[in-house]
C-alpha cells in the first residue's frame, strides 16, 4: 500500500475494535455531517469521499481483515523522520493478536496496524512447539481412545449375537425333545 492511504479508523473516529454496529453508527452520523449536499463548506466533498473509502473498507469483514494486517508495507516505520509511540493492544476474547504503532510526520499521524491470525490450534506463538507437541498427543490418545471403545462394543455386539443364537438354537431342540417325549401318539 503507498503511503497516502489514510488511517480509516481514524477517518471516523472510532477505535481498531469498533463493532460493525458502531461502526454504521458512525458512519451516517459523519456523512450527513459532511454530504456536500449538505455541507457546502471548503473540504466537506473530499473529507465525504474518505469518509465513504474509509466505510466501504471497513464495514466488509474480509476488507477490514486485509487492511487490519496489511495497512503499512514492512519498512513503513523507517520510512518517515518523525517520531515514533508504540502502544500495544491484543484483541480481547479471542486467540487472535494484534498491535498497532503510532507515527507522526509533521501535522499527520499515522497508525500501523499488525495482526497475528492463530495457527490450526489457536496458538499464535509460532515457536510453540511444546503446546504443538502435547495437543498432537492428546489427539493421538483420543483417537485410540475411541477406536478400543469401538472395538470392545464391536466384540461385545458379536458375543451378544452369538449368545443369542445360542440361546435360540438351545430353545429349539429342548422344544424339540419335549415334543418328542409329550405329544408322540
Known amino acids: 500500500m503507498d503511503m497516502s492511504v489514510h488511517d480509516y479508523y481514524s477517518v471516523l473516529g472510532m477505535p481498531p475494535g469498533a463493532s460493525q454496529e458502531e461502526l454504521k453508527k458512525r458512519y451516517r452520523t459523519l456523512i450527513t455531517k459532511y454530504h456536500p449536499d449538505r455541507n457546502h463548506g471548503p473540504g466537506a466533498e473530499e473529507r465525504s469521499k474518505r469518509i465513504n473509502e474509509a466505510y466501504g473498507v471497513l464495514s466488509d469483514p474480509e476488507k477490514r481483515a486485509r487492511y487490519d494486517r496489511t495497512l503499512h508495507y514492512p519498512g513503513y516505520a523507517s520510512a518517515f523522520k518523525g517520531s515514533r509511540n508504540s502502544t500495544h493492544s491484543s484483541a480481547g476474547g479471542s486467540s487472535a493478536s494484534s498491535s498497532y504503532s503510532s507515527y507522526s510526520y509533521g501535522n499527520h499521524s499515522y497508525r500501523s496496524y499488525t495482526y497475528q491470525a492463530p495457527d490450526e490450534q489457536g496458538s499464535t506463538d509460532p515457536g510453540d512447539f511444546s503446546g504443538k507437541l502435547l495437543r498432537f498427543a492428546l489427539k493421538v490418545i483420543a483417537i485410540l481412545l475411541v477406536l ?38
Do not use: C, E, S
Request: a positive charge; glycine letters at 8%; zero cysteines.
Open 148 to 185: 478400543w471403545l469401538v472395538l470392545n462394543f464391536f466384540v461385545l455386539f458379536i458375543f451378544l449375537a452369538f449368545l443369542g443364537m445360542l440361546l435360540y438354537l438351545v430353545w429349539v431342540v429342548l422344544g424339540q425333545i419335549v415334543g418328542f417325549f409329550f405329544y408322540r401318539r
